[in-house]
C-alpha cells in the first residue's frame, strides 16, 4: 500500500517562507508525476505545482516566482518552497503521485499566513 506523508506546515506571518515535504512509500518513485495541491475553506482543490519524472516543472500563476517544487528521487521526496507567503495562501496543502491510472494522495497538512 502507497503512503505520502506531507509535513512542514504551520503558521507564518505575511512575507514569511515555509517548506513543506512529502515522503512517499513506493519503491518505484522515480517514475511517478509528483504534484501539490491546495484547497482553501469554501473553495474547491486547485493544483499548485507540478514536477515531472525528468524534473520539469509547471507552477500555477498565483504562485510562480514565490514557489518552487523539486523532488529527491534517492529519498522519495518531494519539496515544496514558499517564499514571500500571502493571507491568500492559506490553505490545506496535499501532496499527490501520479502514473498512468494510479493515483495517490496524502492527508494533507495546514499552511496558514496570517498576521
Known amino acids: 500500500q502507497v503512503h505520502l506523508v506531507e509535513s512542514g506546515g504551520g503558521l507564518v506571518q505575511?512575507?514569511?517562507?515555509?517548506?513543506?515535504s512529502c515522503?512517499?512509500?513506493?519503491?518505484?518513485?522515480?517514475?511517478y508525476t509528483m504534484y501539490w495541491y491546495r484547497q482553501a475553506?469554501?473553495?474547491?482543490?486547485?493544483?499548485?505545482?507540478?514536477?515531472?519524472?525528468?524534473?520539469?516543472?509547471?507552477?500555477a500563476d498565483s504562485v510562480k516566482g514565490r514557489f518552487?517544487?523539486?523532488?529527491?528521487?534517492?529519498?522519495?521526496t518531494v519539496s515544496l518552497q514558499m517564499n514571500s507567503l500571502k493571507p491568500e495562501d492559506t490553505a490545506v496543502y496535499y501532496c499527490n503521485a501520479g502514473l498512468y491510472?494510479?493515483?495517490?494522495?496524502?492527508?494533507g497538512t495546514q499552511v496558514t499566513v496570517s498576521s
Open 68 to 76: 518552487t517544487i523539486s523532488r529527491d528521487n534517492a529519498k522519495n
Open 41 to 59: 475553506p469554501g473553495k474547491q482543490r486547485e493544483l499548485v505545482a507540478r514536477v515531472s519524472t525528468g524534473g520539469s516543472t509547471n507552477y
Open 101 to 107: 491510472n494510479l493515483d495517490y494522495w496524502g492527508q
Open 14 to 20: 505575511p512575507g514569511g517562507s515555509l517548506r513543506l
Open 23 to 31: 515522503a512517499a512509500s513506493m519503491s518505484d518513485f522515480r517514475m
